[in-house]
């Protein structure tokens, strides 16, 4: 007990008061089925992970992962501009920066830590060339991880309406005397949402205001684009971001694009100068993924199938899923308490699909969010449409 307990004891309180306190759930996995796990002792088929192609179960990459840590040791044990840097991390980052069509790539430990650390290297730029601060253009629903970027670096965001380039268009327009360089930051795949940016016409944007196109590709990456690269891969965009700990099923984040770029990022970025550096199972397994997921094109086609037959049955049933297109599809059912009371149901019936509560997602907008995976089986679909559609009732 600290002095401070009642404080923290206060704002819990406020929290549990709205529906809004968090809890960890311990959780374990089931040996030969990705799509199912246990947790309070019941087996509940799992539909709120990012594992979309089944790849952290892959034998593969626990066998890379496992034979890395035994060559290499379980540490870097030091950042990447001391000792950290292994013949490996050059060795994954270029494969990377193959897979992605870029010139250069940089791997960090996770995706929040990328953003949160390149963004502010990346504005800091502006007043050291320009005298002047950023103009930060962002997708009013962009991850928390680049909202933070954002504030750390102490500038104040000019938000667009989510996919709104028309709005943004105005906004660029309405600033096209003011002084300083220009950043666009979107996700080409919304997290919440599961619906998708408009990648050329950003880039369009982009070019025609000479302004930094800035991707996270976190949920698009193994997934949509070719090969499974997302859709930012081959597109000339300024960086793509990423991660590994979702459809790649490994852990960390990656940044690609010019080799300049990634030489500046090694020397300002703090994330990537004061962390140590990735070990050599995480190494591990971000290669053998790397190996693994250009050639899974009849997976992403089994999951596309799967997001558009389960939104499919929702619409019928007139649920909202919003403008969804991939394998995350939500449901929306505006109040926090619904979304709890429908999680709960859908859980007594073996399915685990969590409710999404403000503030990850804006007031008024609880829903579940429902990730497909492509283990999932055509019954089963069906099976988790019908229930959800009962849940939410």
Request: glycine residues 10%; proline residues 4%.
């Amino acid at each position: 007990m600290t002095r401070f307990d009642p404080f923290f004891q206060h704002a819990l309180n406020r929290l549990e008061a709205t529906g809004l306190r968090r809890r960890l759930s311990p959780v374990r996995r089931t040996p030969g089925d990705p799509a199912r796990l246990t947790r309070g002792g019941r087996v509940l088929l799992d539909l709120s992970s990012n594992d979309y192609l089944g790849l952290s179960a892959h034998p593969r990459l626990r066998e890379r992962a496992a034979e890395w840590a035994e060559h290499f040791g379980a540490g870097a044990r030091a950042s990447r501009l001391v000792t950290g840097t292994f013949d490996l991390h050059e060795a994954v980052e270029a494969k990377l920066a193959r897979f992605k069509g870029a010139e250069a790539a940089l791997i960090f430990p996770s995706g929040w830590q990328a953003n949160a650390s390149v963004l502010p290297a990346l504005i800091a730029l502006s007043r050291e060339v320009t005298g002047h601060d950023a103009l930060v253009f962002t997708d009013r629903l962009n991850h928390a991880s680049m909202h933070h970027g954002c504030a750390a670096a102490g500038v104040r965001q000019i938000r667009y309406r989510h996919n709104d380039l028309t709005h943004l268009a105005t906004l660029l327009e309405a600033r096209a005397d003011a002084p300083g360089l220009r950043f666009i930051l979107a996700e080409t795949v919304f997290s919440m949402d599961g619906d998708r940016a408009d990648v050329a016409g950003l880039r369009a944007l982009a070019e025609r205001h000479e302004a930094f196109l800035y991707l996270d590709e976190a949920h698009a990456t193994g997934v949509l684009g070719p090969r499974g690269a997302g859709l930012a891969a081959g597109s000339g965009v300024d960086l793509a971001m990423g991660t590994f700990s979702k459809a790649m099923g490994a852990m960390g984040a990656y940044v690609a694009g010019s080799r300049m770029l990634c030489d500046y990022l090694v020397n300002r970025c703090s994330g990537f100068v004061y962390s140590t550096a990735p070990s050599p199972a995480m190494l591990g397994a971000i290669d053998a993924a790397l190996d693994q997921v250009p050639g899974m094109e009849h997976e992403r086609e089994t999951l596309a199938g799967h997001g558009a037959r389960l939104r499919e049955i929702l619409r019928s049933a007139g649920l909202d899923t919003g403008d969804s297109s991939t394998q995350i599809v939500p449901v929306i059912l505006g109040d926090t308490q619904r979304a709890l009371d429908a999680a709960r149901r859908l859980e007594e019936r073996g399915i685990l699909a969590l409710p999404i509560r403000p503030p990850t997602v804006p007031q008024g907008t609880a829903r579940l969010r429902l990730a497909l995976n492509a283990g999932l089986e055509d019954a089963q679909i069906e099976t988790v449409a019908q229930a959800v559609v009962e849940a939410a009732r």
